[in-house]
């Protein structure tokens, strides 16, 4: 069991350099749906929902919609990127039964290099979870504290959906709308 988990694993970092060595980012559209129904399917099935959304809250922002805030108040649309950015973490994080509280240092990414870690940190997830027979091993782990995967589900992945919501709000207050060939139903771009 422990072999197929490396070897699954070495599948997904391979995948993920091969990703990084293209320069294409996952997510311009959805994947096929698989054929089966499991936990593990249709919980990579949110991720991935999440992703193509994510792909296209961010796809084109200038930094003029990155700096844009409402009020005094309110997030910019960077800060929301980078929250989400450390929600696919936290997501990730789950999927690898790595520990939240252990810090990478990745302090001061530009705006590019954090939407495509967050694309990678969630397609590596939603591979691991497809391919999963038991989700419930993915608990999300803040040290001595761990927490069921359905507070993964209500958590990380609902909130940064949340938030992709209110980059595609500020993006069209700060003059730059979301492409309206998108289709989040069909999870491609309308022809």
Same mark, same amino acid.
């Given at each position: 069991?422990?072999?197929?988990?490396?070897?699954?694993?070495l599948i997904f970092i391979f995948g993920i350099m091969l990703s990084f060595s293209q320069d294409k980012l996952p997510y311009y559209e959805i994947p096929d749906a698989p054929e089966n129904y499991t936990a593990g399917t249709v919980a990579a099935r949110a991720v991935d929902g999440l992703g193509f959304r994510y792909y296209w809250a961010t796809e084109g922002l200038r930094q003029a919609d990155?700096?844009?805030?409402p009020n005094a108040n309110a997030r910019s649309s960077m800060e929301t990127v980078e929250h989400i950015y450390n929600l696919s973490k936290i997501i990730v994080n789950s999927t690898l039964k790595k520990d939240n509280n252990e810090n990478d240092d990745e302090a001061g990414l530009s705006f590019n290099d954090m939407r495509k870690a967050t694309l990678v940190n969630l397609k590596t997830a939603a591979d691991i979870l497809r391919n999963s027979e038991d989700i419930s091993q993915y608990k999300l $782990?803040? =040290?001595?504290?761990?927490?069921?995967?359905?507070?993964? $589900?209500? =958590?990380?992945?609902e909130d940064a959906v949340w938030h992709c919501g209110q980059i595609v709000l500020l993006r069209r207050s700060s003059g730059n709308p979301f492409n309206s060939k998108v289709s989040v139903f069909n999870g491609k771009l309308r022809e």
């Open positions: 069991m422990m072999q197929k988990t490396h070897l699954t694993l990155l700096d844009f805030k $782990i803040f =040290g001595e504290r761990e927490f069921p995967f359905w507070n993964q $589900i209500n =958590g990380p992945i």
